[in-house]
């Protein structure tokens, strides 16, 4: 038996010092926890395995393997921490299905769970050809510089914004079709005069709804929030996230908070309905000055204050000729 478990770690010592490495962390990984479940894999098995493929195959390959079985005691690991009563619940094979030898069952019930009540991953990969050792993420946002579009399937705010500030070209048709769809002469909106806007004035009125959802607006259609799903582009290199619980819940923030640009776009759309001309002379005048133009509309304010007022004095002064109570409010 001593010459078995000496021949054991020498076959183990004279592999390359990676291979070491992972098999030290496997184990590492097992007595950490202990008593969790044979989730955690099975050293003895992961080395029986690395021998057997090194006699018969690659060290690629065997090293590849004990890769693969670290990974799904990751997944395992999450599940078991960030879905404890569905994980104690569960019944899904620890193995893979016949159709997919990346993901065991078990393995596809967390990513669906993660799917559904953290953010959606990826739909348009296909689980069953790659094993995926980073999360997959899924914008929500439009890829405007490689996508095939139809500027009028968008929706009221995007169309004019992408016309006016992305494009920039006010004499392009484009331009007059759009405006045409919203029923509003090019020479009444005034010119656009900025290739960007004043951002250091629009951060210092944020706190107005207006302010914040064209800021919104602008942020989204120049994928600059910060925000990965909406700065996320396929013609961009992904940034890789690491399946971890810090990485899942920043995430799930993130998600989270894209709600709020689609709010404010829905709050442009509902003034776009109600009232498009003034409403993109707004947006214009938030891109040339970063203020909102209310120095008119006060102006309009005063004027129907003073007309009121002089109402009221004339009631006022015909009822006393006339020897009359004057009503009040």
Known sequence: MANINTS???????????????????????????????????????????????????????????????????????????????????????????????????????????????????????????RFDHIPIEPVNYDFCCDEFELQDFRPCLQFAVAAF????????????????????????????????PYSILDAGRDNPKVQRFLHLIEFIFHDTGNTFIDTTYCQPVEFYEWTI????????????????????????ASIEQNALGTFRELIELWNTGRLPIIKRRKKVADRADKDRGLLINILTETEERGETALTF
Request: hydrophobic share 35%.
């Open 246 to 269: 810090e990485t899942l819940e920043k995430l799930k923030a993130e998600y989270e908070a894209v709600s709020e640009y689609f709010a404010s776009m829905e709050s442009i759309d």
């Open 166 to 197: 992305l494009w920039r070209d006010t004499d392009d048709e484009n331009w007059f079709d759009m405006l045409a769809n919203f029923n509003v002469p090019p020479e009444a909106l005034p010119p656009i005069n900025r290739t960007t806007p």
């Open 8 to 130: 054991k770690v020498q076959n183990v010592y004279q592999l390359p010092l990676v291979a070491r490495r992972l098999i030290e962390e496997n184990k590492q990984r097992r007595i950490c926890g202990a008593g969790g479940g044979n989730f955690l894999g099975q050293l003895e098995k992961t080395t029986a395995y690395l021998r057997w493929k090194t006699a018969c195959n690659t060290l690629v390959q065997a090293i590849g393997y004990i890769e693969s079985e670290l990974e799904r005691e990751r997944f395992y690991a999450l599940y078991r921490t960030l879905f404890p009563k569905e994980w104690k619940k569960s019944t899904a094979s620890f193995k893979p299905t016949g159709y997919n030898e990346f993901h065991t069952v078990r393995e596809f019930e967390f990513i669906e769970l993660v799917s559904d009540r953290y953010f959606p991953l990826c739909t348009w990969l296909d689980w069953s050809d790659f």
